[in-house]
């Protein structure tokens, strides 16, 4: 968040307002399969819907990205799949999942039982 706050306008705890577009912070959790490491070198942009902040204490399975969430629909299955299609294309298999922050925050807070 705190680099969502720097470079962008923020529209409450967990939304960014970014060249005019109102994005989700998101944390992403990806897992090689097998002795397999994230070793391909990633784009700070996967099209126009997720943009990469950076990774979480320099581990590449933790990563924090702004994901603009259709009006309708759309849900954070979108950037989970955009990263294990990222990896395939490397030849890597990955399970990858990807959470609002504002739900870690339930969670965390005991608000959401996980």
């Known amino acids: 968040m705190q680099y969502a706050r720097e470079n962008a306008d923020v529209q409450g705890n967990f939304d960014v307002l970014k060249n005019g577009r109102q994005m989700k912070v998101a944390a992403v959790f990806i897992e090689p399969r097998g002795n397999r490491v994230l070793d391909a070198p990633w784009s700070k942009q996967f099209g126009k819907r997720i943009e990469v902040l950076g990774m979480v204490r320099g581990d590449p399975g933790t990563l924090v990205v702004l994901y603009e969430r259709p009006r309708e629909g759309g849900d954070f299955g979108y950037v989970a799949d955009a990263m294990k299609a990222f990896y395939a294309r490397s030849g890597i298999v990955v399970q990858s999942t990807a ?10 807070s005991g608000r959401l039982k996980p």
Not at 99 to 108: C, E, K, N, T, W
């Open 99 to 108: 959470r609002a922050l504002s739900v870690i925050d339930d969670i965390v």
